[in-house]
């Protein structure tokens, strides 16, 4: 359900930017906003206090953004607050930020090796995957995991590929299992 309320949300965003040609604008004030809010719990908390009044949070809203966000984005907070959607806000924006850099053809990329790449390596991954893909910027990020052994996992939202030596010997771990398994059968 919470994924479906993110979505419709966020698309509803995404569209009214499109529509009004403004989204460049929105997804530079809904990540200034992200930013603020994350670094702000305390106006969090008392948005999703439940013995404060809905219209309470709504002229909230309204003082804390209006005048330093666009009207639209004003009204969208205002809307989510007053739909008693406000918990479910940050991965609201989040889903937006993420439909506004796929209708860019900017992907996310999150790449893991045992040891720290080289600038040279590391353009050369991206390269690979802007080759490799329809995307026409990348953004890179890495992580350090020493465990992997060798090799590196890439993944591009829900695509993984895992060429990493500690899942290739975990794979041959499992098919000599089987094998050995078989044979004490016969």
């Known amino acids: 359900m919470a994924k479906l309320v993110?979505?419709?949300?966020?698309?509803?965003?995404?569209e009214t930017g499109t529509e009004m040609q403004t989204l460049d604008t929105l997804y530079?004030?809904?990540s200034t906003v992200r930013e603020i809010l994350?670094?702000?719990p305390d106006f969090s908390r008392l948005m999703n206090h439940p013995k404060i009044l809905k219209e309470e949070k709504?002229?909230?809203v309204e003082e804390v953004f209006k005048g330093r966000v666009s009207d639209?984005?004003?009204g969208f907070l205002k809307l989510i607050v007053s739909n008693k959607r406000y918990a479910q806000l940050m991965p609201i924006l989040e889903h937006f930020v993420l439909m506004v850099k796929e209708y860019k053809k900017i992907g996310i990329a999150y790449v893991?090796?045992?040891?720290?790449?080289?600038?040279?390596?590391?353009?050369?991954?991206?390269?690979k995957l802007l080759d490799t893909?329809?995307?026409e910027t990348m953004e890179m990020n890495y992580k350090i995991?020493?465990?992997?052994?060798?090799?590196?996992?890439?993944?591009?939202?829900?695509?993984?590929v895992d060429s990493s030596i500690k899942t290739k010997l975990e794979g041959l771990k499992r098919e000599l299992g089987n094998i050995q398994l078989s044979k004490a059968k016969v």
Do not use: H
């Open 6 to 14: 993110t979505g419709t949300y966020a698309n509803a965003l995404f």
């Open 28 to 30: 530079e004030e809904v």
């Open 38 to 40: 994350n670094d702000n």
């Open 58 to 60: 709504e002229r909230i």
């Open 72 to 74: 639209e984005l004003t």
């Open 112 to 127: 893991v090796t045992p040891m720290e790449l080289s600038e040279s390596q590391k353009e050369a991954v991206r390269k």
């Open 133 to 135: 893909t329809d995307y």
């Open 145 to 160: 995991d020493e465990s992997l052994i060798g090799g590196m996992i890439i993944r591009i939202g829900d695509k993984v």
